[in-house]
């Protein structure tokens, strides 16, 4: 079956963004194309209408000989239609999305207008935020960037730059 998405991605520190394109899927395997501010992508996954379930692994392109580029992304469908979900990558970091998907040749219930102005006002949560700064301290850590310890009076553990 063939279908059109288009959505917004929100990303705490980076800025949020319109991204629309195609998609098709096989016995509930997905594969597309996308299209946002960073390129063109293309994109490998799943789609479970009936669970009201996605995911997708996006490899943007124009880096496929230079850097691989991977997002990964999990949506949910809720009871309009809209599918929520989250995205991550150790390039991009993590963010929260929205889309929607169509038939193809059907008509949208969300204008790209309308996901522009969404993509301009929205704000990541709290939630979104807290779990970009574990990932950015985790791979800090992974890296060998910091060092962790354990604070004396507290007992918590706290991280310092490596000297």
Known sequence: MEYSIQGIFIQPFCGNGFFDGNLSTSEGELSGQLCDAYGESIIEGHLDLGEGKMDFTKRYTAHLKRLEVEVNYVFSRNPQGI???TFNSQVTLSGETLCEICEKGGSPLISEQEWNRMAA??????????????SVIAGLIERGEVET???PETGEEMIKLKK
């Not at 935020?129 to 574990?134: G, R």
Request: proline fraction near 5%; charge should be negative; hydrophobic fraction near 30%.
């Open 149 to 151: 310890y354990e604070d």
């Open 121 to 134: 006002e929205a704000k990541p949560s709290l939630d979104s935020c807290m779990d970009l700064s574990q």
């Open 83 to 85: 599918w929520a979900g």
